[in-house]
């Protein structure tokens, strides 16, 4: 079992931060690619970025320059530090990560999500 927890979420004005951590927890040997969606009303759920555990990262063209991702391997964190958010950014952002257990099984987790307001 692997439990992703994701914390940082909240409500700002439009042109503000924020920072969303996502932890990985429970039975990990490796984590490879790691990344965050989010889904709108409505709307599907989109990626907006991702990071390999050697740091190549891919953004969503909507987000580039104004998100960065981030991880740290030897605490299974990845980041994501937005800057000029926009009203159109206001979402439920997932973190997912793809976890090679200690069984050597692979799994594609998902955290239970953390929302994001942006006001105008």
């Known amino acids: 079992q692997v439990q992703l927890v994701e914390s940082g979420g909240g409500l700002v004005q439009a042109g503000g931060s924020l920072r969303l951590s996502c932890a990985a927890s429970?039975?990990?040997?490796?984590?490879?690619?790691m990344g965050w969606y989010r889904q709108a009303p409505g709307n599907k759920r989109d990626l907006v970025a991702t990071?390999?555990?050697?740091?190549?990262?891919n953004y969503a063209d909507s987000v580039k320059g104004r998100f960065t991702i981030s991880r740290d391997n030897a605490k299974n964190t990845v980041y994501l530090q937005m800057h000029g958010l926009k009203p159109e950014d206001t979402a439920v952002y997932y973190c997912?990560?793809?976890?090679?257990?200690?069984?050597?099984?692979?799994?594609?987790?998902w955290g239970q999500g953390t929302q994001v307001t942006v006001s105008s």
């Open positions: 997912n990560a793809g976890v090679l257990s200690r069984l050597l099984r692979s799994t594609d987790s």
């Open positions: 429970g039975s990990i040997f490796r984590i490879n690619d």
């Open positions: 990071i390999t555990n050697s740091g190549r990262t």
